[in-house]
């Protein structure tokens, strides 16, 4: 079965400093690799997805995440965070196999809180 | 507009008394699904649906059941709340064919069981 472990439950920043937000996963098959965002009392926004082709992958609001499969590593990156960036994030990931039918497991989040 | 819509938004119930939440696409999408999200624990599955009269269960279903007797509508019930059901839950739809890779989440519905 497939697994995904966030490193980090909380990591707090101060604006305009770059941020690493961690996911690990475990998987026998071949996966996409999505990262999820929950502002405050709101519902999921995915903020970019790796599919195949490059390893770097761009999302909105100005962050990408890199696919590493040596390490089995997903990282999320933003070179200068905003107040506004201050959210929960997941990563999740679904088996590249017809029968998953797209289901998602999911990490346990990553609490993000940017300081002014 | 494509969505998927879910209600009640907000529920506060007490133990045993039997809820449903409503789920419904407007996408045309065979595959539907129940989570829950819960502090430390990320989104668990709850049940999953591959078309009508199909279901399944996925990693937490203790305690709900659902139906498909429309391809649009999924709903979740709770026969007999419990407190250690108080949760955020997300309903989810895509195809199985072609692009299965994306989920369209419902906006969730904030449970509490007193």
């Known amino acids: 079965a497939q697994s995904v472990t966030q490193l980090d439950s909380q990591v707090p920043v101060f604006e305009e400093a770059p941020v690493e937000l961690r996911c690990n996963y475990s998987?026998?098959?071949?996966?996409?690799l999505f990262w999820y965002v929950q502002y405050p009392n709101q519902g999921l926004q995915l903020l970019l997805k790796?599919?195949?082709?490059?390893?770097l992958v761009k999302g909105i609001n100005g962050f990408e995440a890199e696919f590493n499969k040596s390490q089995t590593s997903f990282h999320l990156r933003k070179p200068s965070v905003h107040i506004s960036d201050t959210a929960e994030y997941f990563c999740?990931?679904?088996?590249?196999?017809?029968?998953?039918?797209?289901?998602?497991?999911f990490g346990q989040g990553t609490i993000l809180t940017v300081h002014p | 507009e494509a969505q998927v819509t879910q209600n009640p938004r907000y529920l506060i119930t007490v133990t045993g008394k039997k809820l449903t939440v409503t789920c419904s696409q407007n996408?045309?999408?065979?595959?539907m699904s129940w989570y829950r999200q819960d502090p430390g624990l990320g989104l668990r599955q709850i049940y999953y649906?591959?078309?009508?009269?199909?279901?399944d269960k996925g990693d937490v279903p203790e305690g709900y059941k659902v139906s498909r007797k429309e391809k649009r509508n999924f709903p979740l019930i709770l026969e007999s709340p419990s407190p250690n059901q108080t949760s955020l839950y997300f309903c989810?739809?895509?195809?199985?064919?072609?692009?299965?890779?994306?989920?369209?989440f419902g906006p969730g519905t904030r449970l509490t069981v007193l």
């Open positions: 998987s026998s098959v071949s996966v996409y």
């Open positions: 649906s591959m078309n009508v009269e199909v279901t």
């Open positions: 790796y599919l195949s082709g490059s390893t």
């Open positions: 999740a990931v679904s088996l590249q196999v017809s029968t998953s039918y797209g289901k998602l497991t």
């Open positions: 996408m045309n999408h065979e595959y």
């Open positions: 989810a739809s895509n195809p199985v064919r072609g692009r299965t890779d994306t989920q369209y």
